[in-house]
């Protein structure tokens, strides 16, 4: 069984920062991708970012990039989003997920996932 946790979300004012850090762990932990996802009350949970096991690919949905920076730290099974000019339509619940296809293009879908974490709160005031 693997074990995902999320931290770092709060309550943050527009244009400000935040990391938030995604804690693996659990029998013989290995994925092919890891990724964040993010819901806002009343829709859909939708994809943010992606990063493959060797940290040498990630995808970014259109709307954080150049923002947000995913990273992840193999040694400490831990993947960090650093998100940088928070905008109040960031504010969601932010969950961290693994999963284990190589193709890229289904990085995006939530069925793509295995394992998902708890989720932690960004809110981003105007």
């Known amino acids: 069984q693997v074990q995902l946790a999320e931290s770092g979300g709060g309550l943050v004012a527009a244009g400000g920062f935040l990391r938030l850090s995604c804690a693996a762990s659990?029998?013989?932990?290995?994925?092919?991708?890891m990724g964040w996802f993010r819901q806002a009350p009343g829709k859909e949970r939708e994809f943010v970012a992606a990063i493959s096991w060797d940290g040498g690919t990630t995808y970014y949905a259109d709307s954080v990039k150049g923002r947000f920076t995913i990273s992840q730290d193999n040694a400490k099974n831990t993947m960090y989003l650093q998100m940088n000019s928070l905008k109040p339509e960031d504010t969601a619940v932010y969950y961290c997920?693994?999963?284990?296809?190589?193709?890229?293009?289904?990085?995006?879908?939530?069925?793509?996932?295995?394992?998902w974490g708890q989720g932690t709160q960004v809110t981003v005031s105007s």
């Open positions: 997920a693994s999963g284990n296809s190589p193709i890229g293009s289904t990085w995006p879908r939530v069925s793509t996932y295995d394992y």
């Open positions: 659990g029998r013989s932990f290995r994925s092919y991708v």
